[in-house]
């Protein structure tokens, strides 16, 4: 429960969010800060994010990709994730996030569409 | 679903606290830290076990109650110290929560259930919370008073 958050990868342009195993309210707290920091220090085109370890995610994640989302369509640029498992892809689709954000099974292709 | 303006603690915990010899009962007091939210959820999880449900159902009643837990800590409590009360029964195939703070309450609940609705000025909030909580479980009831607390009461059947 003290796992800390949240890791970044800088592939070119594409900012790589690992996130963290329980996305919840406590876990959400430190990435605005965080991606608003990263974003404005680097040129990003590409947010991607990678659920791939995360087996939770309450309406506090739903928020967290909804902004990301508003911020780079903003800039003209683009979101994906991959990695979903079940309860994930569920939250996401009563969050209404599954129709904006383009899901995918790996980081290769996540990238590869976001390009 | 229903709505109320009586958060009185009287009535609602004596009747739950009859004891009744079918039904078990799990009872909580947590303080609303962010970091006790992982912990409400999964002790909940951990109690309807006994009922074997699937891992949907499972997770349905964990996103739920990391919803309530999480209003009570952000909104009824305002980020400050407080007491969350969490009361689970299983009677049968239904499951109970009831997550209770006595914070500043909700002046307005069925505006704070409509979807989107968020007192949050900082964007990075959803205004989702009441929606999944509908979403999730079959039944959800928002007794609330200004000043004195907001209780949550959601129902689930489980194994249908």
Redesign the interface.
Known sequence: ??EPGFSYEARGQVLVIHLPK?L???N??SL?YETDLLLAENYVTKIVFDFSKTV?M???G???L??RYKQMERSGGKVSLYGAG??IL??LA??GVGKLVPQYDSKEAAIADAL | MGYGVNADDSLKEEASQREDSKKEVLRMEIESRSENEEFARVAVAVFMSRMNPTMEEIDDVKTAVSEAVTNGIIHGYQGKEGIIYIEAAVEGRELSVSVRDKGVGIRDVKRAMEPMYTSDVTGERSGMGFSFMEAFMDEIEVLSEPGKGTQVIMKKQIGR
Do not use: K, P, T
Request: proline residues 0%; neutral net charge; glycine residues 8%.
């Open positions: 429960m003290v329980e919840d309210h406590h959400c707290r605005r939770f309450d309406s506090s739903i928020g967290v909804l902004n079940a309860q569920r939250v009563i969050g």
